[in-house]
């Protein structure tokens, strides 16, 4: 091959490319949400730091159990782990690049010789003259070099690259995920303690209760019916307390097993659910495509899909190489004079004849790609639907939470007064049991939206990609 026309094919290899237009995936979208303002598409950055956004409910146990969950959580390891595989196949996409070598070594014997079909003495010692046996020995080296010509190894590797990128994402994806399900249950965890401690203090009530009305049996001002009531209330109010051990000891498992710990091996001491309710910027939808990991991986899964479109269609093109081998070969004395020998020159393969092969590798890779635009669009269309369920239960539940509040005021006023007026004799004690089951109630409900507003918060968090 002379040099001009080796220039000319090395010009063309670096400007070939058979991967179709980069774009991202066309998707109307309304221009803002339900529940806020504007926003705008904008190109993945996954990577920027999320850092500490748990800190935003300032709870100490919590940030102990983000920190244990970061060190020892085994299928955020898995999830590392997957992603230092795909790492090192970069690697490899990379080296293709560049020319491989060997080293050879061979020793044949060779025998060469006729045998007579008749079995006279001439004719065998004819045959014995005329055969022989051959010591072949050679060494040497040959290297290889793949000229990229038609770019199948760069689209390769840029597959790679952006495949790498999407798994990288998959980790802060995994990440997040466990984040919020620790979070989530450690609030379900402490609205459990809440709710154990309300009833504890209604058990001592209703035991209390009971004695009044037991007093007031004997003195001849109460039956035996208010008796029975109050001692089947407290009953009641036992049970219920016994049973928010379940759901406790349930998250704590939970936990437990999101730390990297055996259940056995783990504990949390009763404490009060958190009153603060972080406050909502009024601007964290127009940042929600820019913290998403997972809609970063679908995107670049979308761009490793357009890459191997590309390899696919190099692949009906010849593989050009430049071929070089050296060395030694003779029947003896192997490194003498004249016995080593060299060749360089390309070389060309072509495959005429494949049964329909690299067709189906190309209509393989068109269908890899529409099923990751197709992943991308759902990606998008669930993180909106994510933010908007987060951001309208917040506001829900805001609102419900300054009417529950109310409530629970108005519950215990009403157990008070009529208490006061069952003590003066003016009521009867089914009257006193309706007002401290409405008030327990009304208590137990303004728990339970508390908890349930620190959950959804977390799970905006989790839908605009970890903080904002």
């Known amino acids: 091959m002379n040099r001009p026309f080796f220039s000319m094919l090395m010009l063309v290899a670096a400007g070939c490319s058979f991967s179709p237009k980069k774009q991202a995936p066309v998707m109307t979208l309304p221009a803002k949400f339900k529940e806020s303002g504007g926003w705008k598409v904008a190109q993945p950055a996954d990577h920027l730091p999320r850092g500490r956004w748990w800190s935003i409910f300032h709870d100490s146990d919590l940030d102990a159990i983000m920190q244990s969950l970061e060190v020892s959580n085994q299928s955020l390891q898995s999830s590392v782990a997957k992603a230092q595989q795909t790492s090192a196949l970069l690697t490899a996409a990379k080296l293709a690049f560049l020319p491989t ?19 006279s003495a001439n004719s065998l010692n004819a045959s014995k003259a005329g055969s022989g046996v051959k010591k072949i020995q050679s060494v040497g080296a040959t290297a290889n070099w793949e000229i990229d010509l038609w770019g199948r190894l760069r689209h390769n590797a840029k597959a790679v690259k952006a495949n790498v990128e999407a798994v990288q994402a998959d980790v802060e994806s995994t990440r997040l995920t ?35 009305t037991q007093n007031r049996k004997a003195q001849g001002v109460a039956s035996e019916a208010d008796v029975a009531l109050a001692a089947t209330q407290l009953a009641t109010s036992r049970a219920a307390l016994i049973e928010t051990g379940v759901t406790r000891a349930t998250m704590e498992h939970a936990i437990a097993v999101l730390t990297g710990r055996a259940p056995a091996d783990f504990g949390l001491k009763p404490a009060t659910l958190a009153s603060h309710i972080p406050a909502l910027p009024a601007n964290a939808p127009s940042t929600l495509l820019q913290r998403r990991p997972d809609i970063a991986a679908c995107e670049r899964r979308v761009a490793a899909a357009n890459e191997s479109i590309g390899a696919a269609i190099a692949a009906f093109f010849p593989v050009i190489s430049l ?13 003498a004079q004249g016995n080593n020998f060299w060749s360089f020159g390309p070389d060309a393969a072509f495959a005429l004849l494949d049964s329909g092969q690299r067709i189906a590798a190309k209509a393989q890779a068109d269908a890899t790609w529409r099923q990751a635009v197709a992943d991308y669009r759902q990606a998008v269309l669930t993180a909106m639907q994510e933010s908007e369920d987060a951001l309208s239960t917040l ?13 629970v005021r108005a519950a215990r006023e009403s157990e008070r007064i009529t208490s006061n007026q069952y003590e003066a004799g003016t009521l009867s004690y089914i009257n006193v049991t309706t007002a401290q089951a409405a008030a327990l109630n009304a208590e137990v409900s303004a728990i339970n939206i508390r908890s349930r507003r620190l959950n959804a918060t977390v799970a905006l968090v989790k839908a605009l990609g970890g903080g904002w």
């Open 178 to 212: 466990l984040q919020a399900q620790a979070a989530q249950s450690y609030f379900s965890l402490r609205a459990a303690d809440a709710q154990r401690q309300l009833l504890e203090r209604q058990v001592e009530s209703y035991a209390k209760s009971l004695q009044l």
């Open 395 to 407: 506001r829900i539940l805001a609102a419900e939470s300054v009417a529950q509040d109310e409530a």
């Open 323 to 335: 071929q070089a081998a050296t060395g030694w070969r003779a029947l003896t004395n192997l490194f």
């Open 101 to 119: 070598a060997s080293l050879t070594s061979d020793y044949t014997v060779n025998m060469s010789g006729a045998l007579g079909g008749g079995g």
